[in-house]
T-cell receptor, first 115, second 114 residues
C-alpha cells in the first residue's frame, strides 16, 4: 500500500537556524497538509495546500513558516528562524483529489528539536 | 473559529467492556468527522470517519454516531482488547472558513486492562 514519506525522521537544530522538512505524497494525491504535535499534546493544523497555493492556514502558521512544492513531488515546510517552542513532531498528510473520500494519509513525522 | 472539545481525557476499561469517547464542535457548517488512533511515537491512524449527511457508521467493533443538531459525535468501541490501548483523537473538518482546516480534539488516553 502506498505511503506518505517524510525526511528527516529527526532533526536537531540550533535556535535561529532555518530548517526544511520534506514530505513525499502518495501519487495522485493533490491536497497536502502540515500539522505539528508538541510532545504529549494534541495534533495542531498548520496549513493546507492545493493547486500550488495555500488553501488555509492557522494562527500558528506565521511569517516564519512557508510551504512549497518545488519539484512537483516533494512538499516542504520551511521554518526560517527556529525558536525553542518550535520543538515538536511535524506530520505531513495528503489526500486524494476526488470527493469520494476525505481521508487524509499521515506520514511518519519528523521530530524537530530546537536547542 | 471552530472549537472542538473531547471527553474524557483518560478512560480506563476492563478488557471486553465498551468504551465511549465524545466530542462536541461549534461550527454547524463542519461536514467531516474522522477519528484517529495514535500509538506512542507513531502517526495518527484513521480508524473511522463520518460525513455530515450520515447519522451512524459501523466497522466491526468500532462505531461513530453524529448528532448534527446538538453538534456532537461519539466513538464507540465494543469488546475492547489490550491492543486498543492508545490515544484517540476526534477531528472536525470544514465549516464556515472553508473545507480544508482540520481541528483536532485534545485526545483521550484509553487504557484497556487485561
Amino acid at each position: 500500500e502506498p505511503e506518505v514519506t517524510q525526511t528527516p525522521s529527526h532533526q536537531v537544530t540550533q535556535m535561529g537556524q532555518e530548517v526544511i522538512l520534506r514530505c513525499v505524497p502518495i501519487s495522485n494525491h493533490l491536497y497536502f497538509y502540515w500539522y505539528r504535535q508538541i510532545l504529549g499534546q494534541k495534533v495542531e493544523f498548520l496549513v493546507s495546500f492545493y493547486n500550488n497555493e495555500i488553501s488555509e492556514k492557522s494562527e500558528i502558521f506565521d511569517d516564519q513558516f512557508s510551504v512549497e512544492r518545488p519539484d512537483g513531488s516533494n512538499f516542504t515546510l520551511k521554518i526560517r528562524s527556529t525558536k525553542l517552542e518550535d520543538s515538536a513532531m511535524y506530520f505531513c498528510a495528503t489526500r486524494f483529489t476526488g470527493t469520494s473520500s476525505y481521508e487524509q494519509y499521515f506520514g511518519p513525522g519528523t521530530r524537530l528539536t530546537v536547542t | 473559529g471552530e472549537n472542538v472539545e473531547q471527553h474524557p481525557s483518560t478512560l480506563s476499561v476492563q478488557e471486553g467492556d465498551s468504551a465511549v469517547i465524545k466530542c462536541t464542535y461549534s461550527d454547524s457548517a463542519s461536514n467531516y468527522f474522522p477519528w484517529y488512533k495514535q500509538e506512542l511515537g507513531k502517526r495518527p491512524q484513521l480508524i473511522i470517519d463520518i460525513r455530515s449527511n450520515v447519522g451512524e457508521k459501523k466497522d466491526q467493533r468500532i462505531a461513530v454516531t453524529l448528532n448534527k443538531t446538538a453538534k456532537h459525535f461519539s466513538l464507540h468501541i465494543t469488546e475492547t482488547q489490550p491492543e486498543d490501548s492508545a490515544v484517540y483523537f476526534c477531528a472536525v473538518i470544514g465549516g464556515q472558513a472553508g473545507g480544508f482546516k482540520t481541528i483536532f480534539g485534545a485526545g483521550t488516553r484509553l487504557f484497556v486492562k487485561a
